[in-house]
Each structure stands twice: as C-alpha cells, then as structure tokens.
C-alpha cells in the first residue's frame, strides 16, 4: 500500500530556512505528481505545491512563490519542500500527498496522503 | 484565485440521517472538483473526484453532484464514522483552492 512518510519539520526561528522530506513506497514514484499541503492549526487546508512525475512543471500559490522550492529524486523516492525566509504565518502540518495524475495526467487530485510534519516559526 | 464556499460550516445529525453539503465556487470549475473528509488529528482523505467519481474504497453511500459553480456532497445514512470536517477543493484554475471546511458533528 501506499505509504508517504515525512520528516525534517521542526522549529525555526523567522527568516530563517527548512527542508521537508518525504519518502514514498508501495507505489511507482517516478509515474505520480507529488503535493505539499499545509494546515495551519485549527485551520482548513491550503495547498503549497505541486511537482509532476518528471519534476518538470512546478507549481505555487502566491503566498509561497519565490521563498519555497518543491523538487523530487525519482531515484530516491523522495519530495522535497525546501522553505526559505519563513513567516510565522508558515506554522502549520505540512503533508506530503501523491497526486491521482499519472504521468502526463492532468488530474492532480489529492490522492494517497502522509501523516504529516509539524513546521513551527517563532522566535 | 478561485474562492469556495461550502454551507453549511457547522452541521448536526443522527446516524442513519441523509445530508447535504454545498459548495459554490467563485468562477466555474468545469466538473474539477472533489470532497475530502477529515478526522481530528489525522491526514485528509479522499472521498470524490471529478465532482461525482467516488474514489475506490469509499462507501457508496457518499455521493457527489453539480458542475460549474455548484456542487454538492451527499452523504446518506449516516454512520458513526461519518462525522468528521469534509472540505471540496478545485483543480481547473491554478492555484489549487479548498472550501473553507464543514464541521459533522452527531447531534
């Protein structure tokens, strides 16, 4: 089954920069989009960043555009979320989420979802 | 950006209940538009795609409906592990946008 594990949140002072990571198995990795979501606390979801299979569209909300870098190693499994200049307004789970898109696909919905990393800014 | 709104944001029923969850968008989504349902402490789940496609695994007692600028989540016969906060989210215009989330709770 598909399995999305994330790791490297933590706390960080404003300003300053982290790098998420999330492992996938159970699932071709280099055939699927990945997302980062986030949800601040008591808060709904907001959406962060989307890679396609083959890392070669990235895309961003204006609230992130330009501080966070999404990037993928299909030969690793891995998705990364590199966060620069972070914002206290940045606290939040960040949930690394597989896309329902396969390959050139259009269809990125939320498909598979990991449990979530913690990203607090405070100084 | 696309703005959604879901109605009601708070909601009471009784397990075997039918209810019904809107979600307007503020420009038309064509039919890119899914539900997700939410527990606390736990990820987001996927329950509809594409407005009406039910993703596999999920019970068919949730349905979903509507194109355009309205949609809606029915979920029927209520069970005890249907309460929970469901959001919709649009995928036709970038940037991705969800609702701002809608509160089951068993009355």
């Known amino acids: 089954q598909v399995q999305l594990v994330e790791s490297g949140g933590g706390v960080v002072q404003p300003g300053r920069s982290l790098r998420l990571s999330c492992e996938a198995s159970g699932f071709t990795f280099s055939n699927y989009g990945m997302h980062w979501v986030r949800q601040a606390p008591g808060k709904g979801l907001e959406w962060v960043a989307l890679?396609?299979?083959?890392?070669?569209?990235?895309s961003y909300p204006d609230a992130v555009k330009g501080r966070f870098t999404i990037s993928r190693d299909n030969s690793k499994n891995t998705v990364y979320l590199q966060m620069n200049s972070l914002r206290v307004d940045d606290t939040a789970v960040y949930y690394c989420?597989?896309?329902?898109?396969?390959?050139?696909?259009?269809?990125?919905?939320?498909?598979?979802w990991g449990q979530g990393t913690p990203v607090t800014v405070s100084s | 950006d696309i703005q959604l709104t879901q109605s009601p944001s708070f909601l009471s029923a009784s397990v075997g209940d039918t209810v019904t969850i809107t979600c307007r968008t503020s420009?038309?989504?064509?039919?890119?538009l899914a539900w997700y349902q939410q527990k606390p402490g736990k990820a987001p789940k996927i329950l509809i795609y594409a407005a009406s496609t039910l993703q596999s695994g999920v019970p068919s007692r949730f349905s979903g409906s509507g194109s355009g600028t309205e949609f809606t989540l029915t979920i029927s016969s209520l069970q005890p592990e249907d309460f929970a906060t469901y959001y919709c989210q649009q995928l036709n215009t970038y940037p991705i946008t969800f609702g701002q989330g809608t509160r089951l709770d068993i009355k």
């Open positions: 890679v396609t299979f083959d890392g070669g569209k990235k």
């Open positions: 989420v597989k896309s329902l898109a396969y390959k050139m696909g259009s269809w990125h919905y939320l498909d598979d």
């Open positions: 420009q038309g989504v064509s039919s890119y």
